[in-house]
T-cell receptor
Framework: EAGVAQSPRYKIIEKRQSVAFWCNPI?????LYWYQQILGQGPKLLIQ????????DSQLPKDRFSAERLKGVDSTLKIQPAKLEDSAVYLC????????????FGPGTRLTVT | QKEVEQNSGPLSVPEGAIASLNCTYS??????FFWYRQYSGKSPELIMF????GDKEDGRFTAQLNKASQYVSLLIRDSQPSDSATYLC???????????FGAGTRLFVKA
């Protein structure tokens, strides 16, 4: 079974530029999560999708971050404009059963904002 | 603010010893708990989950849950240098099914 795929793996941008990350979950997993992980901290949930509907986006900075999950499969997370404090690893995870909560993570995208 | 707390460590144990990692949580309504292992520069990997009070064993790993004390632990028996990593504890809240992660405990297993 293929795991969660993410791209790109690394991205360096200047502040005020925009960036987009892509995620393809494990086949058949209805729940998809985007996390932000700053060095030395645990992952922080940005947004959770159930199929193509948003379950939780309470910690998503909506003035600059947006995410979508068209057709309930792939998802894209965008930042526009980026700030220095957005430098982090962006992790995508998926789970088969939202009631149980076991999540499987992709390799992540390391974003550096200069 | 619902939180999951972990000692950041580092926790250093000799090879072959038992490593004990601890986690407390503030949301009494949390129903399920997870332990993830994260190697440096890698993404978290699920190693254990536990939903009921008591112990759950899987190979060298034992997860323990005490809901009355709001306490979760992970024991690693016969620790190996390859177990050296950051261990993240996560709790899943009721209502909204949000998973909240602790900051992780760094474990070093000395050969």
């Amino acid at each position: 079974e293929a795991g969660v795929a993410q791209s790109p793996r690394y991205k360096i941008i200047e502040k005020r530029q925009s960036v987009a990350f892509w995620c393809n979950p494990i086949s058949g997993h209805a729940t998809l999560y985007w996390y932000q992980q700053i060095l030395g901290q645990g992952p922080k949930l940005l947004i959770q999708f159930q199929n193509n509907g948003v379950v939780d986006d309470s910690q998503l900075p909506k003035d600059r971050f947006s995410a979508e999950r068209l057709k309930g499969v792939d998802s894209t997370l965008k930042i526009q404009p980026a700030k220095l404090e957005d430098s982090a690893v962006y992790l995508c995870a998926s789970s088969a059963d939202p009631d149980r909560g076991e999540q499987y993570f992709g390799p992540g995208t390391r974003l550096t904002v200069t | 603010q619902k939180e999951v707390e972990q000692n950041s460590g580092p926790l250093s144990v000799p090879e072959g010893a038992i490593a004990s990692l601890n986690c407390t949580y503030s949301d009494r309504g949390s129903q399920s708990f997870f332990w993830y292992r994260q190697y440096s520069g890698k993404s978290p990997e699920l190693i254990m989950f536990i939903y009921s009070n008591g112990d759950k064993e899987d190979g060298r790993f034992t997860a323990q849950l005490n809901k009355a004390s709001q306490y979760v632990s992970l024991l690693i028996r016969d620790s190996q240098p390859s177990d050296s990593a950051t261990y993240l504890c996560a709790g899943r809240t009721t209502g909204g099914f949000k998973t909240i992660f602790g900051a992780g405990t760094r474990l070093f297993v000395k050969a």
